[in-house]
């Protein structure tokens, strides 16, 4: 069982960055090769320390690149899926559905951030729940502020043992910069008041979730790609891809979903999937932010 020692953080904003359209077996393990929408969001908490970020979208580099088109394009034929089949029901609406991604004009995170008025100067840490390319977009902009950028040390030795390939959703130019603050952590641990980073590792080696507890709302788990959408919870169906591509990532994508459950049980916490486009609309946040 996981006991928050760490205090309460004062209040949270959902940011959403943009989308991607994925086949549903990339986020339900035997799902169908039906494409769907799925939102690119971060999180944002206020704690007595300063403003710590979840996640960071794609980058506009990576959004505008037909290499980016074309991997995404590629991995749903690969996956059985009609490439002109894609619809959606839920705003926000793609801007150009025949394309495979959108963000926010200019560069999405700097856009998303100024909505609730935070640079990214402001920001005291970063946590990158992975090193795929939806996630780690912003991680450039970080090293360019000078704020610091946590990763599980299993991710950053993935991303650097060469398998991490642009074809699996990785881009090196995310995470190679030497100026990036890395701090590597090693298990769970409290970053910030009421800002706990959980360790759930499948859909990549060193694949982290997050936990923020709220003077009013409570404790909220935000699972990160350990359950793209809420049918990954409802039914215990492990994420669809492990980057690591053995059967011992594809055990720890189950037992990371088990975790997640048996957490969010324990503390009566908000149990948030990562890319789900009804759940994100659902649970925006208020004005002043989430309390
Ligand atoms: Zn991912």
Redesign the pocket.
């Known amino acids: 069982m996981t006991t928050n020692t760490g205090g309460q953080a004062s209040h949270m904003f959902l940011l959403q960055y943009g989308a991607e359209r994925v086949p549903r077996s990339l986020s339900l393990r035997g799902g169908s090769s039906d494409l769907g929408w799925e939102p690119l969001y971060g999180v944002l908490v206020d704690t007595a320390e300063g403003w710590v970020l979840f996640d960071t979208g794609m980058g506009r580099e990576a959004l505008d690149a037909d290499v980016t088109q074309d991997s995404y394009r590629a991995a749903a034929l690969d996956a059985g899926a009609d490439p002109d089949s894609a619809t959606w029901s839920m705003h926000p609406a793609p801007p150009d559905p025949t394309r495979w991604n959108w963000g926010l004009e200019g560069d999405p995170l700097t856009a998303a951030l100024a909505t609730v008025g935070v640079g990214i100067a402001d920001l005291r840490l970063a946590v990158i ?2 090193l ?1 390319l ?2 780690s977009g912003g991680i450039p902009l970080l090293a360019d502020a000078g704020v610091p950028v946590a990763i599980h040390r299993a991710e950053l030795e993935f991303a650097r043992s060469g398998k991490a390939l642009f074809e699996e ?1 990785f881009r090196a130019e995310d995470w190679s910069d030497p100026r990036i603050r890395w701090e590597v952590l090693d298990g769970d641990t409290d970053v910030a008041p009421g800002v706990r980073v959980l360790c759930t590792p499948g ?2 080696p060193g ?1 982290v979730s997050l936990q923020v507890t709220l003077p009013d709302t409570g404790t909220w788990i935000f699972a ?2 350990a359950a ?1 959408l809420g049918q990954n919870l409802l039914d215990r169906v492990p ?1 669809g ?1 492990c ?1 690591g591509g053995t059967a011992v990532d594809e055990a720890g994508a189950a037992t990371s979903l088990d975790r997640l459950l048996a957490d969010a049980a324990d503390l009566d916490a908000r149990l948030i999937p ?1 890319h789900d486009q009804l759940v994100f609309n659902a649970i925006r946040h208020p004005s002043a932010g989430h309390r």
């Open positions: 729940s992975h795929h939806d996630h959703g859909h990549t694949h990160a790609d793209d994420c891809y980057a990562g």
